[in-house]
């Protein structure tokens, strides 16, 4: 009885446990049909730190969704902590996290932004040569 209970808690945990994003770890990451080395290349993605949520997982595989809604499954070997976000609309890049700071760039839709801290509803990211706060509407690949 206890086993039963242990397993029914683990999986009402899991199930409130939030989102779960990755960041690619290289250049070249193969998005498979199906959970094995075996199963064919669904598309490939050629961005590293781009940011993708699981969706499901499956002993060393985890099925992923990227912010388009493209989904297949990756190796846990081609994927890093999060570390990254991508702007559904364009942005304003602040000196500080205010909006009465002083503006350093504008930052396109669909641009994948380094994260290096958040807070509040404001993150600290890298965009080329540019460090800065953005406000965290309208962003996608982090749990918030």
């Not at 409130?16 to 490939?44: H, M, Q």
């Not at 460090?131 to 690949?141: A, C, L, R, Y």
Request: glycine share 4%.
């Amino acid at each position: 009885m206890l086993k039963i209970f242990l397993i029914l808690l683990s999986l009402i945990s899991s199930s409130f446990a939030g989102e779960i994003y990755f960041a690619l770890k290289k250049n070249k990451v193969n998005v498979r049909t199906g959970p094995s080395f075996d199963a064919s290349i669904k598309f490939i993605y050629k961005k590293k730190d781009y940011p993708i949520k699981q969706i499901d997982k499956k002993e060393n595989f985890r099925r992923i969704i990227d912010f388009k809604n493209n989904s297949g499954w990756i190796h846990v070997s081609q994927l890093k902590k999060n570390n990254s976000l991508i702007t559904l609309d364009e942005k304003i890049l602040f000196k500080k996290p205010s909006k009465f700071s002083t503006p350093l760039a504008k930052i396109k839709k669909g641009r994948v932004l380094l994260v290096k801290k958040c807070h509040k509803k404001w993150c600290k990211i890298k965009s080329g040569i540019y460090d800065g706060w953005i406000k965290t509407n309208n962003v996608w690949g982090f749990a918030k």
